[in-house]
């Protein structure tokens, strides 16, 4: 309902509303697609750089964005983007990015002397450079601030065209307000036309947050059920205990906190409560753990002569 009738401007019977603005819906649907699948805030994905996004490649997997300045805290992590999004995102870019940035060069024009233009990009080490504020500058891509970003254009044989990858009116990247209002907007669509529809019940109010809430929940609720399976599988095919150091490196709530960029793991530990089903997920493994009422004491001497030593 968010995305295909309150960005995209459908009705709930997937018929086109002929009211509906549909400047930069494209856009804001993509954006929406990329924060639910990677978890990403709305300071990052907002001002991401169309070079840091891969084109889509057929038959290929999910591709590795790397985030470093713009990520809260400057805490550095990768995430992952899938191929859908980013057909998605090339058909954003063939099209309405296509047509904004044509749009947009006499407006960058005239703002040129306060903006970093780029003449040199080196998408192999992911390096540009260019004249700020007079002087010559280089930078990698990763380590570029959020307000260097919103002010970085290429300069190219059409004119100046922003490097940011989501381009507004006049050639410019988003503000953070103003995704703001056009998520507050698409929320306010769907919960009226939901209510006028019937068939599908809408929260009082969504945040642009909550994709990437939505994300988090969904992912650690993914990551405890593969471990339990993981864990059922080994038992069965007749493995030995599973030692503290795979313990971690399997934790679902670990995994997640890298994957959000938590530098507190209470951030993370939070959706624990969204995991409605966590007492029936334990129950199942607990179950499969203590299979033919084994002790610890007989569970320890399996282990040990499997692995030939004693305890």
Not at 225 to 254: K, N, T
Not at 274 to 302: C, M, N
């Amino acid at each position: 309902m968010l995305q295909r009738v309150g960005l995209g401007g459908d009705f709930p019977d997937g018929s086109a509303d002929p009211g509906f603005r549909r400047v930069g819906r494209l856009r804001n649907m993509v954006a929406a697609d990329l924060a639910v699948t990677t978890g990403m805030r709305l300071r990052e994905f907002s001002c991401l750089l169309d070079m840091e996004v891969p084109r889509p490649c057929p038959g290929a997997g999910a591709v590795p964005v790397a985030l470093g300045a713009i990520a809260k805290y400057g805490f550095a992590r990768v995430v992952m983007v899938q191929q859908a999004v980013l057909r998605s995102l090339e058909l954003y870019r063939r099209t309405e990015r296509a047509a904004q940035v044509a749009r947009g060069h006499g407006a960058l024009w005239r703002r040129r002397a306060e903006l970093f233009v780029v003449d040199d990009v080196d998408e192999r080490r992911m390096r540009v450079s260019g004249l700020l504020h007079g002087r010559r500058r280089s930078f990698d891509v990763v380590a570029m601030p959020t307000p260097l970003r919103r002010i970085a254009v290429l300069e190219g044989e059409q004119g100046l065209e922003p490097l940011g990858l989501f381009v507004g009116r006049g050639g410019g990247v988003l503000s953070a307000s103003r995704w703001q209002q056009v998520f507050d907007a698409a929320a306010e669509r769907a919960r009226r036309l939901s209510e006028a529809w019937g068939g599908v019940e809408m929260p009082c109010r969504v945040r642009l947050h909550d994709l990437r809430h939505t994300f988090a929940v969904f992912m650690l609720r993914l990551l405890t059920e593969q471990v339990v399976e993981d864990e059922r599988r080994r038992q069965e095919a007749g493995g030995s205990g599973v030692w503290l150091l795979q313990h971690v490196a399997r934790s679902p709530l670990m995994i997640l906190q890298r994957l959000l960029g938590h530098r507190d793991p209470r951030s993370t530990m939070k959706y624990l409560r969204y995991l409605e089903d966590v007492s029936a997920i334990v129950a199942r493994a607990v179950e499969e753990w203590t299979r033919e009422d084994r002790t610890f004491a007989d569970y320890a001497v399996l282990c040990a002569g499997r692995d030939g030593g004693g305890v």
